[in-house]
T-cell receptor, first 111, second 114 residues
């Protein structure tokens, strides 16, 4: 199977920067996604990396290293509304659009 | 204009009952999915349909039967509900089943079996 590991919980301060790490199994790699999920709501897409390097999108950036099976999501200038779960997901190897999710990292932003 | 909508949002029912959850997407996507999110917040794929054809069935008990009358709709029928079926069920869609693209999720259906 494909194991995706990310920390269960993180806490950070408003205005700070936080990095959420994710490791995955490299066999059958087919892209790495990050989703945000607020409590009681649907996951929403944040980023997609298929090549090595950093993808920047406003306050959020995502990094991928395929050789290391490693990704991170970087959140800058944290706001209270960034308190949510952040889900790392790997694209399924059969190219069906299937997503294999980690258990998610619950981020709490404190004043 | 909701992109992926599913009904109902909440469903409380007794063990042994049969229930259905409906999902519709207005994005023109070819592929639709059902995911289950358990109490530990793991999101796990159950089924995927591409243009009304079943392409993924992830070892789900056959009490769960998806139906796709057209590519904009994917419904989930569950027979003989069990306590362990309690979870949040998310419908999702994406463009194309042959490439990994962004998936859009519905708001979820919280199913509680008592």
């Amino acid at each position: 199977g494909q194991n995706i590991d990310q920390p269960t919980e993180m806490t950070a301060t408003e205005g700070a920067i936080v990095q959420i790490n994710c490791t995955y199994q490299t066999s059958g790699f087919n892209g790495l996604f990050w989703y945000q999920q607020h409590a009681g709501e649907a996951p929403t897409f944040l980023s997609y990396n298929v090549l090595d390097g950093l993808e920047e999108k406003g306050r959020f950036s995502s990094f991928l290293s395929r050789s290391k099976g490693y990704s991170y999501l970087l959140l800058k200038e944290l706001q209270m509304k960034d308190s949510a779960s952040y889900l790392c997901a790997q694209g399924g190897s059969s190219n069906t659009g299937k997503l294999i999710f980690g258990q998610g990292t619950t981020l709490q932003v404190k004043p | 204009d909701t992109a992926v909508s599913q009904t109902p949002k909440y469903l409380v029912t007794q063990m042994g009952n049969d229930k259905s959850i409906k999902c519709e997407q207005n994005l023109g996507h070819d592929t639709m999915y059902w995911y289950k999110q358990d109490s530990k917040k793991f999101l796990k794929i159950m089924f995927s349909y591409n243009n009304k054809e079943l392409i993924i069935n992830e070892t789900v008990p056959n009490r769960f039967s998806p139906k796709s009358p057209d590519k904009a709709h994917l419904n989930l029928h569950i027979n003989s509900l069990e306590l362990g079926d309690s979870a949040v069920y998310f419908c999702a869609s994406s463009q194309g089943g042959t490439m990994n693209t962004e998936a859009f999720f519905g708001q979820g259906t919280r199913l509680t079996v008592v």
